[in-house]
């Protein structure tokens, strides 16, 4: 593994400062003078943005990420997930309906993209130690990434609630250090960065929470080049995402982008729908409200666990994506996330409770006539049945 | 869909009787002659033992398959599954270590592509109703393909002690119509082919047992094909298979000897190890005797759910695929898998009980000899983690 030749630097979402990829002597973190998130950029050819299906998984995209020469076994079974038609959903909704099943991922979810390329570029800027907060899945695929390079034990810590979880025996499994801490997210967060101080302040420590390192956003991204190559010259008209932290949602506009600088924009690029739980739904305030940055809320608690995430730091990031795009941003109830996931399994596609989200968005959004009958939909089903399958009454 | 137009006929595996493809009228069952399984043979060309890459999932394959046109959305999803090195245990068992990762399939196991197939068949073949015994994962995914046909409740029998199971639940989420009888799967059998007796005699129901009609067969035959194809010129020496019916050993066999009728032999092919618990182990105890035929033993229970297959209607053709590869039999202790289970998520390649039965079993073979130092070796991990790490203390 070494830093890609074409990375340029990471700069700041929010302000100007840059630092450039060649003076880098130790792992990113947030911006040095603005405590926001860097992005990677690079200078690109066209022949870049195109996939290596001679490659497995994540390294068909080696050259559109910060870390190329992937270990072999390291990231094989992660990405080029399916994308496929839902005709049994499409007619009743009125629409081309589409799935991107992200289950398929060796953790079971797409957290597998982002934390792949964050430990691999944590660990190329020398870093051995990661940390995390999590609602779940990040948390796993953190373990099982650390696992995979035989790093020391990752430190996650989990809400306390999480204790016994599946997520938590996953993360054990793996060989995590799995710590407990809060109700959501960010409580957790805040313990473990309290609990970390020193080592955090020293370098030590990687902390891997969303956005606060440029590596796992460059993961997610893979999702967007993905989609557009899986749909060539005829793209989604809308891509409705379950929306915590946003890393996907950035990630696939930043694909989007970085392929219309190269000159190989597919035409138009999808709208993005960012779908959170009305119980959190932060993103959504903030678009409806005309705000440039999301302000943190108070969770009331969503059974969807990836959307109980009251603050985003890249909320600006998100936002600007869902206006870049003509998108928007809905909230959705618990009981139609609960109908949906019901309504997606007895149909044939099973998902996640973040997923069924998205379901339950489109019907909405078919109601109020935001989205057109005819149009081409993408669903983005984060994570399979296996963990929320459990939580149901039979 | 349709039948494949380079299907000929269905052949008994254990005696002369051969059902012309071009009579059929009805959905085919066991041999009418013999009861024991019929396999489907083709007419193939070379050009239709290659993989269509333009098409996606199990629909790469249709040219060996019983039933072409699968509809879109069907099987998008199911096989087409990575194989990745193993880096991290390979130095320590002195192996060139491999992983075919089955659970990235949409219910988490490789039950799909054989599910998919028998289903699928069936409908061509003119059925609407379809009812199995199972041990959790073959349930799991004929609910999940009877409804994405939209078909009626797809009748799932399980052992008692699956009441409230993530496998039942996850058959309640497809829409399946759940019973409970028995200890194991073969009792569950009994229990069903019993209540359904009138309409299994009618033909209105098919039974999709393992090796019951032929379509499974073929659908896990498409492993075969896959590690054939990814692996080229240097095949596996060993692939490592948790043996409970055997429909993906005898397919993976079968792929083989396809590829060799047709002049595409990619030289030797590998080796077949069929593994099982030590406390339900009719095949390895079938191997070790010479026997012609596995007889059925009384299970003692094994946590590895897939393996507590007592009986195996097939059994000649699981011990006629051993030893004609020049494979071998073996069974591991229920420490060993547990222990494997560990080990394997430990080393970041996290899989299923039945998965780890393979990691135990390659362990032994290494230390008495069987599989020598820098052999090639490929494990079947056949499902994911997800529903055993629920079993695991933390």
Redesign the interface.
Known sequence: MRLNPALQSFACSACEHVASALALTAPVGLCPRCHKPLAARYALRQDALVPR?ER??LARWESVLPIVEL???YA??VG?????????LAPELGLDLWVK?E??????SFKDRGLAVGVALGVVLGARRFCLPTQGNAGVAAS??S????LPPCHVVMPLAWR?S?Y???C????AD?RFAGANVAEAGRAMREALDRPLAAGEVVDLSTFFEPGRLEGKKTMGFEIAADFGRAQPDWIVYPTGGGTGLVGIWKAYEELAAAGLSPGTPPRLVAVQSERCAPVVEAFRRGLAVVEPVTSRGTAADGLDVPAAIMGHGILAALRASRGTAVAVSEEAIAAA??RS??????TSFEGAATLAAVETLRRDGTIPAGSRVLLLFTA????H??R?E?
Chains 1, 2 share one sequence.
Do not use: Y
């Open positions: 299906h497995a998984g270990p072999a076994g094989d079974d080029a997930t399916p994308v496929a038609p839902w005709p049994r099943h289950g398929g991922n060796p953790t079971g099982l990434f696992a995979r390079l035989g016994g599946p938590h025996r996953a054990a499994l793996f060989g799995v996931f019901r399994g007895a149909a044939g596609v099973p399979g049945f296996a963990t399958v459990s149901v039979v």
